[in-house]
């Protein structure tokens, strides 16, 4: 499984930013599939994730701002992040998982960097 994120930036809080992740490999379809993130100096942590029958989660500090989707079609991932926070700021992660998405996933992709400023 190779996993390919895309969309980091730069940007104001209360600003928007849209990343994409593009998943290849045998049985891909059938994973768990979401984000991680970690922030300067902060351990990793779960941001979203998504089953492959599109039930989803989120911590709890995303929860009403970050949606998370999947198009198996496209072998596509996305996070849609509206309303940013400084906090937000961290590397983000694409992962994927045989089982459910957390800190100790199977398949990660590179990081893709958001920064939002206050």
């Known amino acids: 499984v190779q996993l390919q994120a895309f969309g980091g930036g730069s940007v104001q809080a209360g600003g928007s930013l849209r990343l994409s992740c593009a998943a290849s490999?045998?049985?891909?379809?059938?994973?768990?599939v979401g984000w991680l993130r970690q922030g300067p100096g902060k351990d990793r942590e779960f941001v979203a994730g998504v089953t492959w029958r599109g039930d989803t989660n989120y911590s709890d500090s995303v929860k009403g701002r970050f949606t998370i989707s999947r198009d198996n079609a496209k072998s596509s991932l996305y996070l849609q992040m509206d309303n940013l926070k400084p906090e937000d700021t961290g590397l983000y992660y694409c992962?994927?998982?045989?089982?459910?998405?957390?800190?100790?996933?199977?398949?990660w992709g590179q990081g893709t960097l958001v920064t939002v400023s206050s």
């Open positions: 490999g045998r049985h891909v379809y059938t994973y768990a």
């Open positions: 992962v994927a998982n045989p089982g459910v998405v957390s800190v100790r996933s199977r398949y």
